[in-house]
């Protein structure tokens, strides 16, 4: 079965040539032009992965993001904007979405970070861990143990100590990933190639954005802060 895909969009010029484009590229699109729409379709159908525009009249695409988010709602979502600073992007991610792309965009990096995507949630398409040496302890059958972290990937929960820790899609895979190879420097392409399936160039913010999450959930200020840079190779996660 193709994958289903929800995309709002207001603007009616992109949202019908994307439309095209994304069922050419063989994806089953139910097309809508804002947030009540999209919210009522997702409620109704829940698609496979949800392609959202950040500015709609109403409830925008922040709002449906947050709305699905706090109704345990998990699907992928691929915001599209306008907006190019850094605290903008932000904000959708604080949202929950897992990634964004920057209007005007290249149909072809639509398509790339869409397959990216659904391979995170397809079982058969989740990437395998970096392969070392100083992997960190497996307690039987389920838990990742490494620097004071437990990790389920089953249930896709995470503790440090006895604190469980709120985290998105993005964080979870990012963090199960530094946890799996604790110790080990991850160098910025190796990374994005695990967790977005693309290598968005130096340029990007995206691993920066991330990191600077997981610090904020996992820190506090009694105990040692567990990621940290190296300086133009990447990042690694370790007990001081």
């Given at each position: 079965m193709p994958p289903t895909l929800l995309l709002a969009e207001d603007d009616r010029a992109i949202r019908h040539a994307l439309e095209r484009a994304l069922?050419?590229?063989?994806?089953?699109?139910?097309?809508?032009?804002?947030?009540?729409?999209?919210?009522?379709?997702?409620?109704?159908?829940?698609?496979?992965?949800?392609?959202?525009?950040?500015?709609?009249p109403g409830i925008d695409g922040l709002q449906v993001c947050r709305v699905l988010r706090?109704?345990?709602?998990?699907?992928?979502?691929?915001?599209?904007?306008?907006?190019?600073?850094?605290?903008?992007?932000?904000?959708?991610?604080?949202?929950?979405?897992?990634?964004?792309?920057?209007?005007?965009?290249?149909?072809?990096?639509?398509?790339?970070?869409?397959?990216?995507l659904l391979r995170r949630t397809n079982p058969g398409g989740v990437?395998?861990?970096?392969?070392?040496?100083?992997?960190?302890?497996?307690?039987?059958?389920?838990?990742?143990?490494?620097?004071?972290?437990?990790?389920?990937?089953?249930?896709?929960?995470?503790w440090r100590g006895e604190r469980e820790l709120e985290l998105t899609r993005t964080e979870f895979e990012l963090l199960e990933l530094l946890v799996r190879n604790a110790g080990i420097v991850l160098d910025h392409s190796t990374i994005y190639d695990r967790i977005w399936g693309y290598d968005f160039?130096?340029?990007?913010?995206n691993l920066a954005v991330y990191v600077g999450y997981l610090r904020r959930k996992l820190d506090h200020p009694d105990a040692s802060p567990l990621i940290h840079t190296v300086r133009g190779v990447g990042y690694v996660l370790r007990e001081d």
């Open positions: 069922a050419l590229e063989g994806y089953q699109v139910t097309a809508v032009a804002d947030g009540v729409e999209a919210l009522a379709h997702a409620h109704k159908t829940p698609p496979d992965v949800l392609v959202l525009d950040v500015m709609m706090a109704e345990g709602d998990r699907t992928p979502i691929l915001m599209l904007t306008a907006l190019v600073e850094t605290a903008d992007r932000i904000a959708g991610l604080d949202a929950g979405a897992d990634d964004y792309v920057v209007k005007p965009f290249d149909v072809e990096e639509v398509f790339a970070r869409l397959r990216a990437p395998a861990p970096v392969e070392t040496a100083a992997a960190p302890r497996q307690t039987p059958e389920r838990y990742l143990e490494a620097a004071g972290l437990r990790m389920d990937p089953q249930a896709r929960r995470a160039g130096p340029g990007s913010k």
